[in-house]
C-alpha cells in the first residue's frame, strides 16, 4: 500500500484540522446531551459521517481520506456522538442492504441527531453467540409480532429505534433470521436501564411482548437476517473504531513514557517496552484493514483478529498505567494519562475474546466447530 496522501487528500485532513481546532470539542467524557449537541455541530458542517453519500448527508470521500478523518478525531480526543451506534454499524448497514425508501427515511435524520438508534442483538441465554438467540418473529398478516428479551442495548433508553435481530417463527440456524427496524415507543416494547459499576446507566435490557412491526422494516431479505448482520459486526469491528482507539492509547502510552522518564521509573521498563510493542502491531493491523477497504475487498474473520488485538492491548496498557501511578490511577488526581476502567470490558463489548478466537479457529484456520451442549 502506498502511504502517502495526495494533495486532495491533504487538503480534506487540513480542513478537518482547521474545523477542530476552531471548534474547541468538548471533553470526551461527556453526558449524552452534550453528545447530542457535538453531533449536531458536526452535522452542520458534514463531518458527521464523511464517508457517507452526498445525498444521505455524508461527503463521499475515500476510504483513505475516512481514515485521515478517523485519526485526526482520535488525535483531538473529540468527545463520541451520541448516535454513534446507529451512525457507525446500523447506518452503513442501511446503506447496504436497506431499500431506497428505507435510505431516505431513516438515514438523514440518523445523521442529524433527530433519531438515535440502538441495537437489540445479545440476549441472557445468547450474549456473543448470536446463533442461539430465541427472540421469535412471527408472520400475522402484514406486521411481524415479535416476542422475546434482549440485553446489553447501548443508549436503548434514548433510542427511538433499534436494529432487532430475531429468529422466525418455526425456523432454525442462520438462515431462519431477520433483522427488523423496531420503534422503541411501540406498544410491547419496555426498556430497563442497567446501572453499572462506574455508576452510569449506558446499557439496557429489552423486553418485547407482541410487538406489532410493519413487513416493509425487514433490511434485506426475509430469511438472510445472519447475511445482514455480518454487516453490522464488520462495521463494529473494521476501521472506525479501532484505527481511533490506537490513536487514543498511543497518546496514552506517550504520556505514562514521559511521566516514567520524569519518575526514573525503571522497574516498568519491560512493561511499557512491551506496550510499545502491542502499539506498532494495533497500527499495522488498522493499516492492513485500511488496505483491504481501499482495495474493495471485504473483511474477513481478521477483523476478529484485530478486535482481540485491540482488548488485549488495552488492557495490558491499563494495567501499565496503574502499576507506574498506584492509587493515584483511580482517585481523580489531575494528572489525565490513565486509561479508563472502560478497558477493563474490551474483552466482553463487541463480541468476546472467546468468541473472537472460535471465529479466527473456524473461519480463518478451518478448525471444526465446536459440539453444541444442551
Not at 409480532?145 to 442462520?174: I, M, T
Not at 475487498?297 to 498506584?326: D, I, V
Amino acid at each position: 500500500m502506498d502511504f502517502t496522501f495526495t494533495p486532495a487528500e491533504l487538503a480534506f485532513r487540513d480542513e478537518l484540522r482547521s474545523f477542530l481546532t476552531a471548534q474547541h470539542p468538548p471533553s470526551p467524557a461527556q453526558s449524552f446531551t452534550a453528545q447530542l449537541e457535538w453531533q449536531r455541530t458536526l452535522h452542520r458542517h458534514n463531518w458527521v459521517a464523511p464517508h457517507w453519500p452526498v445525498e444521505f448527508g455524508g461527503r463521499g470521500c475515500s476510504i483513505t481520506e475516512f481514515a485521515l478523518y478517523v485519526e485526526e478525531m482520535g488525535r483531538h480526543q473529540v468527545p463520541q456522538i451520541a448516535g454513534r451506534v446507529g451512525v457507525n454499524m446500523i447506518g452503513t448497514t442501511i446503506l447496504a442492504h436497506g431499500s431506497p425508501e428505507q435510505k431516505m427515511r431513516y438515514l438523514p435524520p440518523m445523521l442529524a441527531g433527530d433519531e438515535i438508534w440502538c441495537q437489540m442483538l445479545s440476549e441472557p441465554n445468547a450474549g456473543s453467540d448470536l446463533r442461539s438467540i430465541s427472540t421469535r418473529a412471527r408472520r400475522q398478516g402484514d406486521h411481524w409480532v415479535v416476542s422475546g428479551q434482549k440485553v446489553w442495548s447501548s443508549n436503548a433508553a434514548e433510542a427511538q429505534f433499534g436494529l432487532l435481530f430475531v429468529r422466525l417463527d418455526h425456523a432454525e440456524g442462520p438462515g431462519g433470521t431477520a433483522c427488523l427496524i423496531c420503534d422503541m415507543s411501540a406498544p410491547g416494547v419496555e426498556v430497563r436501564p442497567l446501572r453499572q459499576l462506574t455508576g452510569d446507566a449506558e446499557f439496557c435490557e429489552v423486553f418485547l411482548t407482541d410487538v406489532c412491526i410493519p413487513i416493509g422494516r425487514v433490511i434485506g431479505p426475509v430469511g438472510r437476517g445472519w447475511h445482514v448482520l455480518q454487516t453490522t459486526l464488520s462495521n463494529e469491528r473494521g476501521l472506525s473504531y479501532p484505527m481511533k482507539e490506537q490513536i487514543v492509547l498511543s497518546q496514552h502510552l506517550e504520556r505514562m513514557l514521559e511521566h516514567a522518564r520524569e519518575e526514573g521509573l525503571a522497574s516498568s521498563r519491560d512493561q511499557l517496552v512491551q506496550c510499545a510493542i502491542a502499539d506498532r502491531i494495533f497500527g499495522l493491523l488498522n493499516l492492513r484493514t485500511l488496505s483491504k477497504l481501499a482495495n474493495r475487498a471485504e473483511l474477513g474473520p481478521e477483523a476478529s483478529l484485530t478486535k482481540l488485538f485491540f482488548a488485549n492491548y488495552a488492557q495490558r496498557l491499563h494495567n501499565t498505567a496503574m502499576a507506574l501511578k498506584g492509587v493515584r490511577a483511580i482517585a481523580g488526581d489531575a494528572e489525565d494519562w490513565t486509561p479508563t476502567l472502560w478497558y477493563r470490558q474490551s474483552s466482553i463489548a463487541g463480541g468476546t475474546s472467546e468468541i473472537q478466537r472460535n471465529i479466527l479457529g473456524e473461519a480463518a484456520l478451518g478448525l471444526p466447530r465446536e459440539p453444541q451442549t444442551s
